[in-house]
């Protein structure tokens, strides 16, 4: 079955920099999600998106961004990079109708310099 | 706030026994979803098991069940059979009825003896 694919897997940039990060949902999946995953801690939410739309937010930082395309693909878009923002990121897709469980891509790993 | 609490931060079991994570939350709603993940060490984010509140069936997936106490707010996994492969990060997670965001606890790391 298909999964979340999401790209760069690992993506190495230097402070101040940018960086985004795509996510393609699993096919008839409408809502997508994206967590932080820091070092030995547990998945933060960060923000989701229903139907190209805001659903909800989480711990996002003011200088990230993210949007949800008509194809549901979503980037998440990271501006004016910390150290502290390396980490693992997660995307999830489900359908929202459906109350459907959140299936979630392989991670995008981040590493700040 | 929801919050999900796992107090065990490690735990391990000898190949082929049975071992319990334990994880309680908090909330105040009636209507909601809990979630076992399986995080190896690849940090791939597995679906293990999930509960709807509304269901006093407990969830069975082969070797992996839950114990749901839903007024004690307590939602343990229950591993028997231990396999090497089931060596990882477990997150408890909670999700409202209404809401997309999980809330997931701190994780407890198992460590599968042969």
């Known amino acids: 079955a298909a999964g979340v694919i999401q790209s760069p897997r690992h993506l190495i940039k230097e402070k101040r920099e940018t960086a985004t990060l795509k996510c393609y949902p699993i096919p008839r999946h409408d809502t997508v999600y994206w967590y932080q995953q820091g070092p030995g801690q547990d998945p933060q939410f960060l923000i989701s998106?229903?139907?190209?739309?805001?659903?909800d937010k989480g711990s996002i930082p003011d200088r990230f961004s993210a949007q949800q395309f008509s194809d549901y693909h979503s980037e998440l878009n990271m501006s004016s990079l910390e150290l502290g923002d390396s980490a693992l990121y997660f995307c999830a897709s489900s359908i929202r109708a459906l109350q459907e469980t959140q299936y979630f891509g392989p991670g995008t790993r981040l590493l700040v310099l | 706030a929801q919050t999900v609490t796992q107090s065990q931060p490690e735990m391990s079991v000898q190949e082929a026994e049975t071992v319990t994570l334990s994880c309680t939350y908090d909330?105040?709603?009636?209507?909601?979803?809990l979630f076992w993940y399986k995080q190896p060490p690849s940090r791939q984010m597995i679906l293990v098991i999930r509960q709807e509140a509304y269901k006093q069936q407990n969830a069975t997936e082969n070797r992996f069940s839950v114990n749901f106490q839903k007024a004690a707010k307590s939602f343990s996994l229950k591993i028997s059979d231990s396999q090497l492969g089931d060596a990882a990060m477990y997150f408890c997670?909670?999700?409202?009825?209404?809401?997309?965001?999980?809330?997931f606890g701190t994780g407890t790391s198992l460590t599968v003896i042969p």
């Open positions: 997670a909670y999700r409202m009825n209404t809401g997309n965001q999980f809330y």
């Open positions: 909330t105040s709603e009636s209507d909601y979803y």
């Open positions: 998106f229903y139907e190209k739309m805001q659903s």
